[in-house]
């Protein structure tokens, strides 16, 4: 059953505010461990007052965090083409995608398969189930090109796995494409921009041309434009 998240106490308390154990996933986990218990919670997206399914085991299930609220403010109107959002979570940023642009096909991507499955639900819910594909990457084809790369990328899976993982998605921008990223400041979004504009494709050329379009809340909004 879903139980609207107003009528739950917070998570890692219980209702006289004592503190309960926490689950210990991590958001990046493939199969979280923690009960699969569902609940409902008001968001807006793209203009909208809409109800959203969330669960434990992923990443931020009680709200919209606050970076993918700041990249949110900034981000343009989804192109009417190919848009991907890397590490999708219970999927804010395809959803606002998909329910902003009627032409947009989002794929939405993430590890955490219950992450993928409250994508799905919540695309289906808000009538959007046509425009967007929560997968995995292996169930992405190896010559998938987008129009436009939205993420708020997983910083704590380590430097190493997160700069493999935008090296696999980031070069896959199509041309005149661009990806928007947001960054916390003190986890490292000014060395990871320095990162990023030094990186060069297999003909040599760079991923693409990266502005700093904005900072707010200790976040950074990076975009990386393919001219």
């Known amino acids: 059953m879903l139980v609207p998240l107003s009528h739950r106490p917070p998570t ?27 609940r409902l919670i008001p968001v807006r997206l793209a203009g909208r007052d809409v109800e959203v399914e969330t669960a434990s085991g992923i990443f931020s299930p009680g709200h919209i965090d606050l970076g993918t609220q700041v990249l949110l403010r900034h981000l343009p109107p989804a192109p009417a083409g190919a848009v991907l959002d890397l590490g999708c979570g219970w999927g804010p940023l395809a959803l606002t995608a998909a329910l902003g642009t009627a032409d ?61 993982l935008l090296a696999a998605w980031l070069p896959r921008l199509a041309a005149d494409g661009e990806a928007w990223l947001v960054v916390q400041r003190n986890l490292g979004a000014d060395s990871l921009a320095r990162w990023i504009s030094d990186q060069r494709g297999a003909d040599g050329e760079p991923w693409g041309r990266l502005e700093k379009v904005g900072s707010a809340k200790g976040f950074r909004v990076l975009r990386l434009v393919r001219d």
Not at 16 to 30: L, Q, R
Not at 114 to 139: I, K, Y
């Open 12 to 38: 890692g308390t219980t209702t006289g505010g004592t503190v309960a154990s926490v689950s210990e996933d991590h958001y990046f986990s493939a199969q979280p461990a923690s009960a699969d218990e569902r």
């Open 104 to 164: 947009a096909r989002v794929t939405a991507l993430d590890v955490n398969r219950r992450a993928l499955d409250l994508a799905s639900r919540n695309a289906a819910r808000l009538g959007v189930a046509d425009r967007v594909a929560a997968v995995t990457a292996d169930e992405v084809p190896a010559d998938a090109r987008f129009d436009a790369i939205w993420s708020n990328p997983p910083i704590r899976i380590g430097k190493d796995a997160l700069h493999e």
